[in-house]
């Protein structure tokens, strides 16, 4: 299974057009949006490229986000937490990482917020933030990719490796 992660993407249309040519050249079965997904913008391209991606979509709310994302993109009304599964670790889908307490080895915490990229292990806990699409704070637009026991953080343009981390 491939499934392609994003987060803060916050309206903007670059963002969302963004989205829309990763969900093209990616092919994933599943989207996983992890919050400020309208928040602060009309967002006509995201719910457009979310409504067009023919698999399944995970997604939270963020900070910015009133709940009324989750409608806009087809979807029920937008949890703050989510559980989903992969290659059989546990992730956990938040907007805000510092409500991260304590997980079990192999599992994997998923987040936003930021607008900053990381993927790293601790302490057999996995951390993985794509940055924004739309927003970034640091050198570029970026987003994840989950496959074949790895994931991979991209160039949000180019689609070019950043980092990537074997489970």
Known sequence: MKAVAVSDLHGVSLGGRRLKRILEEEKPEVLLILG???????????????????????????????????????????????????????????????????????????????????????HGVIYCNPGSLSLPRDECASYAVFENGTIVLKHGDDGSLISSLFL
């Not at 967002?43 to 009133?66: H, L, P, Q, T």
Request: net charge negative; glycine share 14%; charged share 25%.
């Open 36 to 122: 400020d997904i309208l928040g602060g913008g009309y967002g006509a391209e995201i719910i457009s490229a979310v409504k067009e991606f023919k698999g399944r979509v995970f997604a939270v709310r963020g900070n910015c986000d009133d709940g009324s994302e989750g409608f806009a993109l087809g979807l029920d009304d937008l949890p703050y937490n989510l559980r989903w599964s992969f290659e059989g670790h546990d992730v956990h889908m938040q907007h805000k990482p510092f409500y991260a307490l304590s997980f079990p080895v192999g599992d994997i915490l998923l987040f936003g917020h930021t607008h900053f990229k990381c993927l790293y292990k601790e």
